[in-house]
């Protein structure tokens, strides 16, 4: 069944282990495992018919290889890689490239959620974009202490495990506001 729930989604230090990327000699990432629980959560949630579009700043090239590596690259039905679009997240061009690829508008923002690790870059980027934020809050790299309204996450997530109890109800939420517009 067809989710309503949109996920965007970043990888490093989100879906990936950061602490074991391996680079080669000019810097694209040719190995990196993932983070315990994320292999099976983005094969749940893409068996369950969540539309899921990668939103994440690096090279395609690095992405190519963790997501062929992982067995996740027919995960991703869209793609919006900064290195790519000449910007980084919060830049509004990367979601909107998402949101484009997928073929949605503005009004299908209530519907998108960002999961990402990083305040800075996707709780704001998710925030400024009117997009629901779910922090990563496992990320041992970057600060998780909000210093501003603007990177105040709508929700954060122990583990990645914790995502299919959290989108299910999501996507609960976002179906059950369709219903009581339509009426």
Do not use: W
Request: aromatic share 6%.
């Amino acid at each position: 069944m067809i989710k309503d729930l949109i996920i965007f989604i970043d990888s490093g230090d989100t879906l990936v282990d950061e602490s074991t990327e391996i680079r080669d000699e000019t810097g694209t990432v040719i190995h990196a495992s993932l983070f315990s629980g994320a292999h099976e959560t983005m094969l749940e949630l893409y068996e369950s018919g969540y539309k899921i579009a990668l939103v994440a700043d690096g090279t395609k090239a690095s992405f190519d290889n963790i997501f062929k590596e992982n067995n996740l690259e027919h995960c991703f039905a869209a793609r919006a890689i900064s290195g790519e679009l000449g910007k980084e997240k919060p830049s509004d061009i990367m979601f909107l490239h998402a949101m484009k690829e997928l073929g949605l508008g503005d009004t299908d923002k209530s519907r998108i959620v960002m999961i990402g690790n990083n305040l800075k870059r996707d709780v704001v980027g998710a925030n400024r974009m009117g997009i629901i934020s779910i922090l990563a809050g496992y990320s041992p790299r970057y600060d998780m202490q909000p210093k501003n309204d603007e990177e105040i996450p709508d929700y954060v997530i122990a583990n990645p495990s914790e995502l299919i109890g959290l989108l299910n109800q999501l996507d609960i939420q976002v179906k059950n506001r369709r219903i009581l517009n339509n009426n």
